[in-house]
């Protein structure tokens, strides 16, 4: 098991950029898979971006590809998730999750097994 923090939210005007940050604690971070899902209030979680354990392979969303990056340092155990040009559909809360499989896709929440506590991210003038 992994433990999980998110931090970098905040509130920012449209077109701004932000980067959010996954720390992780317990088993090494190298062992895992990451990604980054958001839910907005009244609707399902989606999948933002995912990463291999070794960080050379990536997933990514289709409303954000092009826009936003995930990435990770695996010396200091945290992952993080570049985002520009936000508009305020990208509002939402952001969670960082882990898996120990990695495939060619890797976007349904089911197959992560540690979650963290989700931080906001709020895009409006």
């Known amino acids: 098991q992994v433990q999980l923090v998110e931090s970098g939210g905040g509130l920012v005007q449209p077109g701004a950029s932000l980067r959010l940050s996954c720390t992780a604690s317990?088993?090494?971070?190298?062992?895992?898979?990451m990604g980054w899902f958001r839910q907005a209030p009244g609707k399902e979680r989606e999948f933002v971006a995912a990463i291999s354990p070794s960080g050379r392979s990536t997933n990514y969303g289709d409303s954000v590809k092009g826009r936003f990056t995930i990435s990770r340092d695996n010396a200091k155990n945290t992952g993080y998730l570049r985002m520009n040009s936000l508009h305020s559909e990208d509002t939402a809360v952001y969670y960082c999750?882990?898996?120990?499989?990695?495939?060619?896709?890797?976007?349904?929440?089911?197959?992560?097994?540690?979650w963290g506590q989700g931080t906001q991210v709020t895009v409006s003038s």
């Open positions: 317990g088993r090494p971070f190298s062992y895992y898979s």
């Open positions: 999750a882990a898996k120990l499989t990695w495939h060619p896709i890797n976007y349904q929440p089911q197959e992560y097994d540690d």
